[in-house]
């Protein structure tokens, strides 16, 4: 670091967490700099020794990005006060967190990074990144219940339409749709609209990173050709 950067963009670049979890730990009076309580707004200059609770934070030199396949009963938290939280689950040897929510009763695809600049960049709605999940429901699937998912559906609890998205049947009570914004337990409540109960769900891609034939509860780097392709996506 050759100059002085924000709190929570050094704690999102040094891979402790992302710059919203990073804004409530600073609230909750987790964090010091030179010994002295952060707060919002706070800098941090070369020299300068952060502290995140009683564990010293120093910039990450070394790039992580990890798709993981996420079983369900894991909560995508690195809070470690819930048990069943991801970094604990993953126990990968470098700091890493969740990129984004996948909900507890869910699995698939999580990304998991140090780095914090790729983690605003792919959660940012206002990008329109695709997220690619394949559900199973309680009845049969219907061409006017898939037509009414792919227009948009008012979700009368968080009073918010959702965007329109590409919907297709994949079987007789399961369907694949791709989204491109991330509200809370989105999939679930468009099809609660419908009277249709979700009974799994799967993410099976974010942008151009794939789940594949990742066993679940194992993880791979992001490398190589697919590391480039998803730079040039974030770029684009």
Known sequence: MSESVRINKYLSEAGICSRREADRQIEQGNITINGKTAVMGDKV???DVVMY???????????????????????????KREKDN????????????????????????????????????????RNFHEKEYIVKVNRDVTEEFLLQLSQGVYLEE??????????????????????TQGLNRQIRRMCEAFQYRVVDLKRVRILNIRLGDLKEGTYRK?????????????KG
């Open 53 to 79: 609770g009683k564990k010293k934070v120093s910039m990450e030199e070394e790039a992580v990005l990890l798709a993981v396949n996420k079983p369900a009963g894991i909560v995508c938290t690195s809070e």
């Open 45 to 47: 200059s070369p020299g």
């Open 158 to 179: 968080l009073e918010v339409e959702t965007r329109p998205c590409k919907v297709e049947k994949v079987g007789k009570r399961a369907f694949r749709i791709i989204l």
């Open 222 to 234: 992001i490398t190589g050709q697919e590391w480039k392709e998803l730079q040039q996506q974030l």
């Open 86 to 125: 991801i970094v604990d689950y993953v126990n990968y040897p470098k700091r890493i967190y969740p990129i984004g929510r996948l909900d507890k009763n869910s699995h698939g695809l999580i990304l998991m990074t140090n780095q914090g600049e790729i983690a605003n960049e792919i959660m940012r709605s």
